[in-house]
């Protein structure tokens, strides 16, 4: 098993950019791939980004297309998102995972989950 913590969430508002980190320990975050998901009230948790082992992939939904970069730094064992131009929907708890089996865009892909980190867009 692998332990992910997430940081970097807050209160921002329309227009505004976060880079939120998740930090892995207890295994080599590189054995995995990584995925960001997010969960409004009362909404379904969501497939956001995608990152291979390696980095040299990444995958998007389309709402964060051209918005929001997915990368990682095996080194530092932690994966990042930047989030640019945020927008009110983008209000949600965010939560890394890693995997290694399985679709990366369900989060049946995944088998170990962050405790998750609220980003608030106020409009």
């Known amino acids: 098993q692998v332990h992910l913590v997430e940081s970097g969430g807050g209160l921002v508002q329309t227009g505004d950019s976060l880079r939120l980190s998740c930090a892995a320990s207890?295994?080599?975050?590189?054995?995995?791939?990584m995925g960001w998901f997010r969960q409004a009230p009362g909404k379904e948790r969501e497939f956001v980004a995608f990152?291979?082992?390696?980095?040299?992939?990444?995958m998007y939904t389309d709402s964060v297309k051209g918005r929001f970069i997915i990368s990682r730094d095996n080194a530092k064992n932690t994966v990042y998102l930047q989030m640019n131009s945020l927008k009110s929907e983008d209000t949600a708890v965010y939560f890394c995972?890693?995997?290694?089996?399985?679709?990366?865009?369900?989060?049946?892909?995944?088998?170990?989950w962050g405790q998750g980190t609220q980003v608030t867009v106020s409009s």
């Open positions: 995972a890693a995997g290694q089996v399985g679709s990366f865009r369900t989060a049946n892909g995944y088998d170990n």
């Open positions: 207890g295994r080599p975050l590189s054995n995995y791939w």
């Open positions: 990152i291979s082992q390696t980095g040299r992939t990444t």
